[in-house]
């Protein structure tokens, strides 16, 4: 699963010149992206061009009945995502680009305790989830756009970490993944993912356990001596 992540860019103009954020959404540096956070997405307007905006991260179906049903679907699983009712006309025609820098994952001690590791691209560059998103209408019908993290089997790097990974798409995928007109096959390519090489992981101290906390000690190194409190 993908539970937390990072975008902790300290260059919001970086970014925009990356994504097709436009000027008008917010683009701030984050240690510990959390479910139900806002998240910085690209998403596609009727027109067919990109735009940048927040969405709750979570993702609520149109028909859901509550808004809390996105805090169980945070993750959409590649093996079944244009199958499953809550995901399927998301996958085919609500695609997003969730971005980020790394995301993190615990790993288990012989202790009991957890060790949290931060993984990242290894040249250190941004990079996009694959994402879906809807639109949910309340009871006061106001509007709640939300997404979730497509995730498939961990590759060598991540798998001694967790069974399972986000996926980060090829930079030159990222386009034909917000295109509604892309055959799902070519999709399902995509969804493969960075290859081992391409990921690096590395021990972080114990301040991301505490989902509330969003600052850059999330990104220190583990001080010596100590291990991760239990997550």
Request: net charge positive; glycine share 6%.
């Amino acid at each position: 699963m993908c539970g937390r992540y990072t975008l902790a860019s300290p260059d919001p103009a970086a970014i925009r010149a990356r994504f097709p954020v436009g000027e008008s959404v917010t683009v701030a540096s984050r240690y510990n992206v959390a479910p139900g956070d806002e998240v910085l997405a690209v998403t596609m307007d009727r027109q067919g061009a990109p735009r940048g905006e927040l969405l709750q991260w979570g993702l609520v179906p149109s028909w859901a009945t509550s808004r809390r049903t996105g805090l169980k679907m945070i993750n959409a699983r590649v093996e079944t995502v244009d199958t499953r009712p809550a995901y399927r006309a998301a996958f085919e025609r609500f695609r997003c680009l969730i971005i980020a820098d790394g995301f993190y994952e615990w790993r288990a001690l012989p202790s009991g305790h957890k060790q949290p590791h931060h993984i990242a691209r290894r040249d250190g560059k941004p990079f996009a989830f694959a994402g879906l998103w809807s639109s949910w209408r309340g009871d006061e019908n106001h509007p709640l756009r939300s997404c979730a993290i497509l995730t498939t089997a961990a590759n060598e790097t991540v798998a001694p970490l967790h069974d399972r990974m986000p996926v980060i798409l090829a930079v030159d995928h990222e386009r034909a993944w917000l295109d509604p007109s892309t055959p799902p096959a070519a999709l399902h390519t995509m969804l493969r993912g960075l290859p081992a090489d391409a990921i690096a992981t590395r021990p972080v101290g114990r301040a991301v356990n505490d989902a509330r906390y969003d600052g850059p000690e999330c990104l220190s190194p583990p001080r010596e001596g100590t291990q991760a409190a239990l997550f």
